[in-house]
């Protein structure tokens, strides 16, 4: 297997840092996992890479697994960057069209981009990445494909995300110090959604959001465009936390108790006991627990709804919310979500990735392999693009030298 034929996506989170390398073959449906792995996070808070040795030697650990495994050396990876200093602005960007026939070109299209990336940004802030929204030419909005139209003015609607430049250093610093290359990094929900949500979904108007243990992420389309992004510090390691103090145990014994017996609403009264490392009981009551879980995911879920509202979108997305993340395993969850946002809700999965079907955990490690493949199969066919070209010159150039011999 050549080091080209596999996609490796590095998922670095607050909990675990997890690395999925896989391929997909052209008589294949589903992506083929060559290897997959996790491992306890250190050196990282609320999705901030805030110590990159530590990160760095975790990676290194998951990378010589998976070259044990696979028996192929891994130099490149697609990683994920975290963390609520992330946020998202809209902006503005008009240019004159260049060409003689007044033909939207390539040329302008990145001229006008670039041109609504030129803003101030506060301090040690930088663009993390940009997303067309709409291009208007003389006037005339709500242009999406904007190639070859004729006219004098180009603008172009833009919605630019951004982040903390020293935090994106940290994370460059730990990934390179493992010994990867970074092929690309792309923002947490966004990889989520490549795996979890379809081009429908995103044509109607749908929001994403991806419960990690540091962070949650929320990532909402329309019209197959991003139209907004935002980042809590809030997550399921929060409400592990708040079980300790309630239950006043410790953390350890505060995630079995949330995931053998936690849920986002009440079932009938009664008192569950579970043994604790120091062999003794702790007995609570499934009433106290819910009321605390449920406290904490409400938190999340107000933050979703101030977001929404932001851009107006409240109770307004015809596909509903798409939950997905580690987090949002919590029994009953879809029941709260519906109940708080008066959205239509489901469970968002990956899908293609025989094995992962129900690991909502690995979402944002596999839409970087999706992203990865995408990529990889958009390099194949520019290649494959180019030598038709050459051949169809080389072709007329044969053709108009036997047409000189032709009486």
């Known amino acids: 297997m050549a080091k080209t034929d596999f996609i490796t996506g590095l998922d670095i989170g607050s909990n675990t840092i997890k690395i999925l390398t896989a391929k997909k073959s052209p008589d294949l449906v589903d992506i083929e996992i060559l290897f997959q792995g996790e491992e306890p996070s250190l050196g990282i808070r609320k999705g901030v890479v805030i110590d990159p040795i530590k990160v760095s030697e975790t990676i290194q650990s998951l990378v010589k697994n998976a070259k044990t495994e696979t028996g192929q050396d891994i130099d490149s990876v697609y990683v994920n960057i975290n963390g609520s200093h992330i946020f998202s602005t809209s902006s503005h960007g008009a240019i004159a069209i260049s060409r003689a026939d007044q033909k939207v070109s390539e040329e302008d299209i990145e001229r006008v981009l670039q041109a609504a990336q030129t803003f101030s940004l506060p301090a040690n802030k930088e663009i993390l990445d940009v997303f067309p929204r709409e291009f208007i030419v003389d006037g005339e909005k709500g242009i999406k494909e904007v190639l070859g139209i004729e006219g004098v003015r180009l603008e ?81 390691s929060n409400i592990t936390n708040d079980i300790a103090i309630g239950l006043k145990t410790d953390i350890d014994v505060a995630e079995r108790i949330k995931i053998e017996y936690g849920s986002c609403f009440p079932g009938k009264e009664k008192k569950e006991k579970i043994e604790t490392k120091d062999e003794e009981s702790l007995v609570f009551s499934q009433k106290m627990l819910c009321k605390i879980i449920e406290a904490r995911v409400s938190e999340i879920f107000e933050e979703t709804q101030k977001e929404l509202k932001k851009i107006s979108k409240q109770e307004l997305l015809p596909t509903g919310l798409v939950l997905t993340g580690a987090g949002a395993k919590l029994p009953k969850i879809i029941d709260l979500a519906k109940k708080e946002l008066k959205l239509p809700c489901r469970l968002g999965k990956p899908s293609g990735f025989v094995g992962l079907e129900k690991e909502m955990a690995f979402s944002v490690a596999c839409g970087l392999v999706l992203k990865g493949l995408e990529v990889k199969e958009t390099e194949h066919w520019q290649g494959n693009g180019y030598l038709l070209r050459i051949i169809k010159k080389l072709g007329n150039r044969i053709k108009k030298a036997f047409s000189i011999l032709i009486p």
Not at 169 to 182: D, E, H, M, T, Y
Not at 202 to 216: C, R
Request: proline share 4%; net charge negative.
């Open 156 to 236: 172009a609607e833009v919605l630019v995300l951004a982040g903390f430049s020293p935090y994106k250093k940290n994370l460059v610093q730990a990934v390179l110090g493992s010994g990867l290359k970074i092929s690309d990094i792309i923002i947490s929900p966004l990889a989520s959604s490549f795996a979890v949500l379809s081009q429908k979904q995103k044509e109607l108007g749908v929001a994403l959001l991806d419960i990690g243990a540091g962070t949650s992420s929320l990532a909402v389309f329309e019209e197959g465009d991003l139209i907004h992004l935002a980042i809590f510090p809030i997550g399921s």
